[in-house]
């Protein structure tokens, strides 16, 4: 094994959620719903930045 990342530092702002989601994909987004409507406080953390997997067209007829 490698050596173990550098800390992180310089934080500026800490934030508190009940559920955070890796991945604003189908999966991720619909995750993040349902957890929203159940009430939890979601934080949803993307890659890209951007929802962009969610304007694909559907792959099956």
Do not use: W, Y
């Not at 702002?13 to 719903?33: L, W, Y």
């Not at 949803?44 to 997997?53: H, Y």
């Amino acid at each position: 094994m490698g050596d173990a990342p550098e800390p992180i530092t310089g934080i500026v702002e800490a934030k508190d959620f009940d559920v955070v989601i890796i991945g604003a994909g189908v999966s991720g987004a619909s995750a993040a719903e349902a957890a929203s409507r159940e009430g939890a406080k979601v934080a949803v953390l993307e890659q890209s930045g951007s929802f962009t997997s969610l304007d694909m067209d559907c792959a099956h007829n």
